[in-house]
Antibody, heavy 121, light 108 residues
């Protein structure tokens, strides 16, 4: 049973960058993919992008292309989401989620516990 | 990009009642690749249904999904107190795999 554990909350200044981690236990990165989904306060869910670690390839929603980088370290079973040029409207909870097939997105199960990123001057 | 519209926005029911939540897609969902999630305050979403009608592991059989093409339904046959939450549908047949805006199910 795969579990995903994310890094802790972050407070960032506008214009800076943030890197959030997602460590998988109970399974091997070679068997699945990881997606990142964010949720602004009181809002719905938004797919940002995904990575297939065994292929080393990533794919991003058009909205985030050029500003988001998703990577993975197979040696530690950890995926990363890095976002640059942060704005106040990037304040959100960022979730990683397991994709059981080798696609950038599919149905998501399980999810990490979420990481709150607050962007404020 | 497929747009998913969920209705109603809020549904107020009592424990023991039947809940019917709708998810309508702006175009046909490939292979009925549609999932439903439940999210409680302060928690991550939990997968309930995938491929429109397959219950995820550990999900009680009072939850069922149906539909095809552009119209999908999540039914909770008899509401338990722990079922009240926000529910999202998600299509994953085409990029970028969008979510609906959610239906809040609250206690009447």
């Amino acid at each position: 049973q795969v579990q995903l554990v994310q890094s802790g909350a972050e407070v960032k200044k506008p214009g800076s960058s943030v890197k959030v981690s997602c460590k998988a236990s109970g399974g091997t990165f070679r068997d699945f993919a990881i997606s990142w989904v964010r949720q602004a306060p009181g809002q719905g869910l938004e797919w940002m992008g995904g990575i297939i670690p065994i292929f080393g390839t990533s794919n991003y929603a058009q909205k985030f292309q050029g500003r988001v980088t998703i990577t993975a370290d197979e040696s530690t079973n950890t995926a990363y989401l890095e976002m640059s040029s942060l704005r106040s409207d990037d304040t959100a909870v960022y979730y990683c989620a397991k994709v059981s097939v080798l696609r950038y997105f599919d149905w998501f199960d399980p999810w990490g516990q979420g990481t709150l990123v607050t962007v404020s001057a | 990009e497929i747009v998913l519209t969920q209705s109603p926005g809020t549904l107020s029911l009592s424990p023991g009642e039947r809940a019917t939540l709708s998810c309508r897609a702006s175009q046909s969902v490939i292979s009925n690749y549609l999932a439903w999630y439940q999210q409680k305050p302060g928690q991550a979403p939990r997968l309930l249904i995938y491929d429109a009608s397959t219950r995820a592991t550990g999900i009680p059989d009072r939850f069922s999904g149906s539909g095809s093409g552009t119209d999908f339904t999540l039914t909770i046959s008899r509401l338990e107190p722990e079922d009240f939450a926000v529910f999202y549908c998600q299509e994953y047949g085409s990029s970028p795999g969008t979510f609906g805006q959610g239906t809040k199910l609250d206690i009447k």
